[in-house]
């Protein structure tokens, strides 16, 4: 005699999440910052996040801005506010990691925070247009709290600089 297998509660919201269908321009962007390029041979895979984040600050800025609106996609698709902030930490470890000259620029062909925060919202989203006012409040809190971080690491390395060219040399 033939058992059936019993599905699980959690194979159950698996399946009625993986209903939610994500617009294609998310993907495309996650896809276009973290996955664009490929090294022959190897199969690593980097986008432009990588590349442009080679230019020091401003490259990180900007690619951390286009982060910012996938995360304020996660409210869109409902996703709870503790995986917010995940997607949030995971933007905030890509732009201060990813901000440190040679090590950082190194880091951000590993570290793909636009990829995971899209898994993130694939497992987590409960449908679209599902964000209620505090959701977005909280984003907003967590998206200022990050420019905070990217207008203290700007101001940080014009004073690095400022120290450098105008100290008198040590020897």
Same mark, same amino acid.
């Given at each position: 005699?033939?058992?059936?297998? /019993? ?47 080679? *230019? ?13 609106? *996938? ?40 570290? /793909? ?40 690491? *700007? ?12 100290? /008198?040399?040590?020897?």
């Amino acid at each position: 005699m033939e058992e059936l297998e /019993k599905p699980s509660r959690f194979t159950s919201l698996r399946s009625r999440k993986s209903e939610v269908e994500i617009e294609k321009s998310l993907d495309d962007l996650a896809f276009y910052l973290d996955d664009l390029f490929r090294i022959p041979g190897v199969g690593w895979r980097f986008g432009l996040d990588a590349i442009v984040g080679l *230019i020091p600050n401003v490259g990180d800025t900007l690619t951390s801005l286009a982060s910012f609106y *996938i995360l304020l996609a996660g409210v869109r698709y409902g996703v709870p506010k503790i995986t917010l902030f995940r997607m949030a930490l995971n933007i905030g470890i890509d732009y201060l990691l990813g901000s440190v000259p040679i090590i950082g620029d190194a880091f951000d062909f590993f570290w /793909k925070s636009n990829d995971m925060n899209m898994r993130l919202i694939r497992e987590r989203a409960t449908g679209k247009n599902k964000g209620t006012t505090g959701d977005y409040v909280f984003i907003f809190v967590l998206i200022g709290l990050l420019v905070l971080l990217l207008i203290a690491s *700007i101001i940080t390395s014009a004073v690095i600089l400022y120290w450098i060219f105008t100290s /008198k040399p040590l020897l």
